[in-house]
């Protein structure tokens, strides 16, 4: 069966990176239609807005779109378009696996999680008011009637954690355990010092468990797991977040498994998924065939996984695992010095990769 797929290559070193991940994916015979848009900082330059509304009404329509990354200039400019994509399709659920694949420098050999991660609420969700604005001392005058005293100088950032955004990251959790044959999951959250807000977060997940016998949960305050994860990781599985700590954690779990260039993911929502890499768009080496593709073929692997092609999903991983292990046709990242005269660039990885999956 054909599968519409939406292709946002992005900007700096996405387009060769995407490059890359279509070659793979298309090698894997799975018969992919490619809808290409565009979207990031080169769009932004060439028409005025970083977002078309074709790539946005593109994703609608086909439901599954696999994006490089995109550069959000920082200070004036213009909003991320990660940040619009995941608003205007709703796409709640960060879900991003940190397994260490041998060959990879890392002092967590064993590290095999999935972080997923709530993505729309909590102090992300851009309620803020700043200091010395009317809106600030508004919030203020309004807290000191309940009782609560912010000083004046303050900058005033909201956590909104709702039953209902608490209720599908929890249960997208679950989900992705049984789907995965997962064995557990864990909730992370810091209800001893925000009982309101974190604390239903956890009183929530505490509800939803057990719909989902066949899965043992466990709750973690978040610092806690940071430095759990750090001594026994093989103890972990899959970790639920809210927005804020699901950020840091993902980071963490990126390190864990040797860096950024491994970490690929998927933001999901009810009606389209995106999947993409977890790092940026690493301008200054655009153009120069060099960075490591790993984590946004890693994520192409997701989307086959999501459009039910499981085997080839598995395929195209198992071949990525194996040109990683060997180290011999791998980028500048995987090799002992990063001057290394034998890396290959990263459409070199690609044909390395395709050549292992039609040995
Ligand atoms: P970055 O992840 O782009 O790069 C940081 C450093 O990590 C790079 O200089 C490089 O040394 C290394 N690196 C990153 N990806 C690599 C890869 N695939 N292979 C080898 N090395 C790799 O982070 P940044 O410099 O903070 O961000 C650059 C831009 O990307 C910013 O504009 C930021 O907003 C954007 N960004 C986009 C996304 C996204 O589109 N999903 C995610 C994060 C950051």
């Known amino acids: 069966m054909a599968h519409d797929v939406t292709f946002i290559p992005g900007d700096g070193t996405g387009p060769e990176l995407a490059e890359a991940t279509r070659r793979v994916l298309e090698a894997t015979g799975v018969d992919l239609r490619w809808d290409r848009h565009e979207a990031g900082i080169d769009e932004y330059e060439a028409h005025g807005n970083p977002f078309p509304d074709a790539t946005l009404a593109s994703l609608k329509r086909t439901g599954v779109g696999i994006k490089g990354p995109t550069t959000t200039p920082v200070g004036a400019g213009f909003r991320s378009v990660n940040v619009l994509l995941r608003r205007e399709l709703d796409l709640y659920a960060c879900i991003r696996p940190c397994k260490a ?7 967590f050999p064993e590290t095999d999680i999935v972080i997923v991660r ?8 851009g ?3 700043e200091r010395g604005s009317e809106g600030n ?3 203020r005058a309004t807290l000191a009637q309940l009782g609560a005293t912010v000083r004046d100088d303050a900058g005033i950032s909201i956590k909104p954690i709702s039953v209902f955004g608490s209720e599908r990251i929890v249960r997208a959790a679950f989900e992705y355990a049984i789907a995965r044959g997962r064995r ?3 909730a992370a959250h810091k209800a001893n010092i925000m ?3 974190d604390g239903l977060f956890l009183e929530v997940a505490r509800r939803v468990a057990p719909d989902y016998p066949d899965i043992e949960f466990e709750d973690r305050i978040s610092d ?3 430095n759990q994860l750090v001594s026994r990781p093989e103890e972990y599985d899959v970790i639920v977040l809210p927005n804020l700590y699901g950020d840091i954690v993902s980071d963490l779990g990126a390190g864990m498994i040797g860096g950024l260039g491994f970490a690929g993911g998927a933001n999901i929502g009810k009606h389209a998924a995106v999947f993409e890499a977890t790092h940026g768009s690493a301008p200054k080496y655009k153009g120069r065939n060099r960075v490591n593709p790993t984590a946004l073929m890693l994520s192409g692997a997701y989307m086959l996984e999501h459009l039910g092609e499981t085997a080839a999903a598995q395929t195209l991983e198992q071949a990525i695992a194996a040109v990683i292990r060997k180290g011999e046709k791998v980028t500048y990242d995987l090799k002992p010095a990063r001057d290394d005269p034998t890396a290959v660039g990263t459409s070199e990885f690609a044909d390395a990769v395709i050549e292992e999956m039609n040995a």
Do not use: P
């Open 118 to 125: 709530e993505n729309t609420e909590d102090l992300y969700a």
């Open 224 to 226: 806690n797991l940071c």
């Open 195 to 197: 009982k309101f807000s």
């Open 184 to 186: 557990k999951v864990t």
């Open 137 to 139: 001392a508004t919030l």
């Open 101 to 107: 694949y041998e060959g990879v420098r890392t002092r």
């Open 127 to 129: 309620i803020e008011f």
